[in-house]
């Protein structure tokens, strides 16, 4: 079960290799995953009106802030995740269900969404992909749509993943291409992460 935002692993293998994600799942190493919903991400879905927007959660893991979606009657809901063995587990798990499950590198992921939830996949990537992240984003979203989720706004004291950061980072490297409607100090995380994430609402230029 997660209890703090350290979910590194000791290892050799490149982040950016399907393979080191799978073997997390293989092990059950799976650090970050909070077993619920994200606190933020369920307030924020909570003030959504709109049922029909189509959404999409990239990195989505266990997948957790779908399963919300869902039960609120969203029905236009798609995760992304690179990691075969956690993609057939959610096969599984949500068979029946509306949820559109794709197995895909984010960066190679083509369609056009009214919102996309961040929810611990930015913070898991090499900080070098960060601006490809920023810019491959921005095509995903349709004008006058979201990237609504959380932030890390802490550095951690080895190499991640999780990779950390700050707000003014983040706003040098969101600003160009997005309208940074909202970026504050989460009130409600969960309570291994009070005081370091940030809430993001940003629009696409
Ligand atoms: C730190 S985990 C977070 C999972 C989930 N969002 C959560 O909070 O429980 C990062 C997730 O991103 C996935 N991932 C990493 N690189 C990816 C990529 N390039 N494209 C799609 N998914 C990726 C991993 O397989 C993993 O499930």
Not at 82 to 111: M, N, S, W
Not at 157 to 170: A, L, M, V
Not at 172 to 196: D, I, V, W
Request: charged share 25%.
């Amino acid at each position: 079960m997660f209890v703090n935002s350290d979910f590194k692993k000791n290892d050799n293998m490149e982040t950016t290799d399907p393979q080191y994600w799978n073997n997390r799942y293989l092990t059950g190493d799976t650090g970050w995953d909070m077993g619920r919903v994200s606190p933020p991400l369920q307030a924020y879905i909570d003030q959504l009106e709109n049922k029909d927007l189509e959404i999409l959660i990239p990195g989505a893991g266990n997948s957790y802030e779908a399963a919300y979606l869902l039960e609120k009657g969203f029905r236009r809901v798609t995760v992304l995740d690179i990691a075969p063995v956690l993609t057939a587990q959610l096969r599984q798990a949500f068979a029946g269900t509306d949820l559109q499950i794709v197995e895909d590198d984010f960066f190679r992921h083509q369609g056009r969404y009214d919102l996309v939830l961040e929810q611990t996949f930015f913070c898991a990537l090499e900080p070098s992909l960060r601006r490809d992240y920023v810019m491959h984003m921005h095509t995903l979203i349709k004008p006058g749509g979201h990237l609504a989720g959380v932030l890390f706004n802490r550095s951690f004291s080895h190499d991640g993943p999780p990779f950390g950061g700050t707000e003014n980072e983040y706003r040098e490297l969101f600003a160009p291409l997005f309208e940074l409607k909202t970026m504050e100090l989460c009130y409600n995380s969960h309570p291994a992460r009070q005081g370091t994430e940030l809430f993001i609402n940003f629009l696409p230029k």
